[in-house]
Structures are given as C-alpha cells and as structure tokens.
C-alpha cells in the first residue's frame, strides 16, 4: 500500500519561502507520476504542479498558472521524496498543501492535473502566509 507523508508546512511571512516534501513508501518513487494540491477553507482543492514518473517520461514537471515561476516541484529518487519549492509567497497561497500519486501512463506527453486523477493523498500540511 503506498502511504504519502508531507511536512515542511508552516508560517511565513509575505514574500517568504517554504520547501514542502512529500516521502513516499510502499513503492518505488520513479514509478509513480506525482502532483501537489492545496485547498483553502471553503474552497475546493487545487491542482498545483506535477512531475511525470520517471521512467516513463524523464520527470518533466507541469504548473498551473498561479505559480509558475514561483513553484518548484522535483523529485530525489534515492529519498523517494517529491518537494514542491515555494518562493514569493502571498498570502492567497495559504491553505493546506497535499501531495498526490499515480501510476497512470496514457502517453508521455500527458500531465495529470484532476483530482480525480489521482489515487494516493498525504495527510496535508498547513501553510499559512502573513501580510
């Protein structure tokens, strides 16, 4: 059973950074095309970025427009560890930060931004931004 645990969560002030991770185990890290989500109070969870599985695709990553340039998702395939990079933060992006897994192939030009899209979820952690 994959089992995902994220931490690195916390208070930051505006302008400030935050690197979260994302351990997976129960399986093999390169096999699995992984994403981050947040979802704030009242609203629904929202698609981030993501990283293709390794072994399918080399890792390409894909953002959402809200965080391009600001986000960073990558991977270390020997921790089995995903990290999303969070520079420039503001305090619209505070919400609880969740990973997510699969191990779905349609092609290797396919990212998977759907909620639904995905079968495994950590627990989430709290990122909160001051202004």
């Known amino acids: 059973q994959v089992q995902l645990v994220e931490s690195g969560g916390g208070w930051v002030q505006t302008g400030g950074s935050l690197r979260l991770s994302c351990v997976v185990s129960?399986?093999?890290?390169?096999?699995?095309?992984m994403g981050w989500f947040r979802q704030a109070p009242g609203k629904e969870r929202e698609f981030l970025a993501t990283?293709?599985?390794?072994?399918?695709?080399?890792?390409?990553?894909y953002y959402t427009d809200s965080v391009k340039g600001r986000f960073t998702i990558s991977r270390d395939n020997a921790k089995n560890t995903v990290y999303l990079q969070m520079n420039s933060l503001k305090p619209e992006d505070s919400a609880v930060y969740y990973c997510?897994?699969?191990?779905?192939?349609?092609?290797?030009?396919?990212?998977?931004?759907?909620?639904?899209?995905?079968?495994?979820w950590g627990q989430g952690t709290q990122v909160t931004v001051s202004s």
């Open positions: 997510a897994a699969n191990s779905r192939y349609r092609s290797s030009s396919a990212y998977y931004t759907g909620v639904n899209e995905y079968d495994y």
């Open positions: 129960g399986g093999t890290l390169t096999n699995y095309n």
């Open positions: 990283i293709q599985g390794l072994i399918w695709s080399g890792s390409r990553t």
